[in-house]
């Protein structure tokens, strides 16, 4: 009886050991699968990452070029202005000098004609004074 009752409980404890292993065999795959879909789905967002940073990349780099050529048209447009500025400043001095010797030249022309008045008023005062 006593053999019995220990061989009942030693078949009763080998059962609950097989469905004991069994469970644990159960858990580990459930968490093994858990882990696996969690490292999926970071690797997704990983992955989407990823690609966004190469985009922000290639977006930079063309914002880069793009704001070296805005930097050299704008050079160039300075350039352009100072060149204009400048050409208008010469116009000005031509000009100026243009009025300068326009005066000059009124005034050579002005002397002149008075002279020819003297000159044509003096032979009738000394033709009346001799």
């Not at 789905?41 to 793009?66: C, F, I, M, R």
């Not at 000005?92 to 022309?109: C, F, H, P, Q, Y």
């Not at 008023?121 to 004074?129: A, D, G, I, K, V």
Request: glycine share 2%; aromatic share 4%.
């Amino acid at each position: 009886m006593l053999s019995s009752l220990i061989k009942e409980h030693q078949t009763k404890q080998a059962a609950k050991r097989v469905i004991q292993e069994q469970k644990r065999k159960e858990c580990i795959a459930a968490a093994n699968d858990l882990t696996q879909a969690l490292v999926d789905h970071l690797n997704v967002g990983v992955a989407q990452a990823y690609l966004n940073q190469k985009k922000l990349d290639a977006e930079a780099k063309l914002l880069h070029q793009g704001a070296i050529n805005f930097s050299k048209q704008t050079q160039q447009w300075l350039a352009l202005v100072e060149n204009f500025s400048s050409a208008l400043k010469e116009i000005g001095d031509v000009e100026n000098w243009a009025r300068s010797i326009e005066n000059d030249m009124k005034i050579v022309t002005d002397t002149l004609e008075n002279a020819y008045k003297m000159a044509q008023e003096q032979p009738s005062t000394t033709q009346n004074n001799q």
